[in-house]
């Protein structure tokens, strides 16, 4: 037996050994997506089995009035804090990276093993700090999940222009065709949507007048956004108005579907006291990619997230016109290349992400009869439907901002 697990962890080793020398600069991002899929697959397994297994530590239960739910949020908070301060160091070292020729441009791309190596020691160190220092995390985790909704609005604006723009330069009838089919299409699976959730959210015989409220003030903001979009004094275009349209239908949608499980006006979930394992690992799959692309999204945003020193910044003409070619050979080999993304900021997004999902997996830290829910109490449903306004404000902004400053270039 000792023979066979001594080769199960060479075999063990040498795969991580290989995966790590394996990882190049085109697949750095994917590692630490990676990774981070990693941390949430750790966070929900700890979850589960977090009450028998932290009431053997006495720095941790140090009282026992301490119920399940303490302890599946002590067990997230914990593992959440350790990846923050890890992509919060690495934030902290990438500050400056502005070409490859830096030093740390190697360290944000190699050096695989000694990251996971650091990673899960400060995700065990965790486990050894007193209840004082998470119940403080445990707060400012709820103003870092809030930034990075924030981002992740910023995130999915500038894609939205940035898709826009790219159709409308190409400057053929077919390109237009297409934003308009699109547009429509997104406005009908708007409405169609808000149609249904009034059937989900709304049961007959019940004063359902909250999920009414929020239903009707999502399908206001999309006529409002189409309006606004097609005004002759507004530079604006239908695309992005209607992708934003959706988006708000959708996070109304899970501001909603949040709704505790007792709620009469909880219509789609309210029979249901308990959850399947198929729901949890869709409500799971379906947080991690919504992170993972907002972490990748801002990793390649040409926008607002570019260092100083990317192609973006500055034109490719020469800064002096008499240069030869054979000079500019030499500088060809000697000058460095820009990094195409800001490292610092990677990191960030990833840091922010750990707070989000250590507030979904938690409950926000509220105390909920149904533990075994993800994301699931009136906290984050307000949360949600909070997102869907500053989505519709920041839109309305980047409509109006060149109005009323004419001076200005925005892009």
């Known amino acids: 037996m000792s023979c066979l697990a001594s080769c199960c962890a060479t075999a063990t080793c040498g795969l991580c050994t290989s995966i790590a020398s394996g990882i190049s600069k085109k697949s750095a991002r994917i ?12 966070s929900w397994i700890l979850r589960e089995v977090a009450a028998p297994l932290l009431e053997k530590f006495p720095w941790i239960n ?12 002590q067990a997230v908070l914990r593992v959440s804090l350790g990846n923050f301060l890890f992509f919060g160091l690495f934030a902290l070292i990438m500050i400056g990276v502005k070409d490859q020729n830096d030093r740390r441009d190697s360290w944000h791309h190699g050096g695989w093993i000694f990251k996971m ?18 119940s403080v995390y445990g707060i400012m985790s709820k103003f870092g999940a809030g930034l990075f909704l924030l981002v992740q609005v910023i995130i999915l604006l500038d894609f939205t ?10 400057d053929e009838q077919k390109w237009y065709i297409a934003l308009l089919i699109v547009s429509v299409a997104c406005y009908l699976a708007t409405f169609t949507f808000s149609g ?9 015989g019940h004063d359902c007048g909250l999920n009414i409220f929020f239903i009707v003030t999502t399908m206001i903001l999309a006529f409002i956004f189409g309006i606004v979009a097609l005004h002759p004094a507004v530079n604006g275009s239908l695309l992005p108005a209607s992708v934003i349209s959706v988006y708000c239908a959708y996070v109304c949608y899970t501001g909603l579907s949040s709704e505790p499980r007792d709620y009469v006006c909880n219509g789609l979930h309210n029979k249901s006291k308990a959850v399947s394992t198929s729901t949890l690992i869709l409500g799971m799959l379906t947080t991690v990619l919504s992170v ?34 054979e000079g500019n050979e030499k500088k060809k080999g000697t000058e460095a290349r820009p990094v195409s993304y800001s490292y610092s900021f990677f990191h960030v997004i990833f840091a922010l992400a750990s707070m989000y999902s250590a507030m979904l ?28 306004w500053v989505t519709a404000g920041l839109y309305m902004w980047t409509l109006v901002v060149p109005l009323l400053f004419p001076d200005r270039e925005f892009f």
């Open 31 to 42: 590692a630490y997506c990676g990774l981070f899929g990693v941390s949430l697959i750790v």
């Open 62 to 73: 140090t009282s026992n009035t301490h119920s399940k739910e303490w302890f599946q949020q």
């Open 117 to 134: 190596i650091i990673w899960v020691l400060l995700v065990v160190l965790m486990f050894f700090l007193p209840n004082e220092v998470i």
């Open 161 to 170: 222009h940035t898709w826009n723009d790219a159709w409308v330069e190409r």
């Open 196 to 204: 249904i959730l009034f059937i989900w959210f709304n049961p007959s």
């Open 292 to 325: 993972l692309y907002s972490a990748v999204r801002a990793g390649s945003s040409t926008t607002f997230l570019s260092p100083p020193s990317s192609p973006k910044s500055g034109g490719s003409k020469p800064l002096l016109e008499g240069e030869d070619v």
């Open 361 to 388: 997996l938690s409950g926000w830290t509220n105390s909920s009869k149904n533990s075994d829910l993800i994301d699931v109490g009136w906290t984050s449903v307000w949360v949600r439907i909070g997102t869907e």
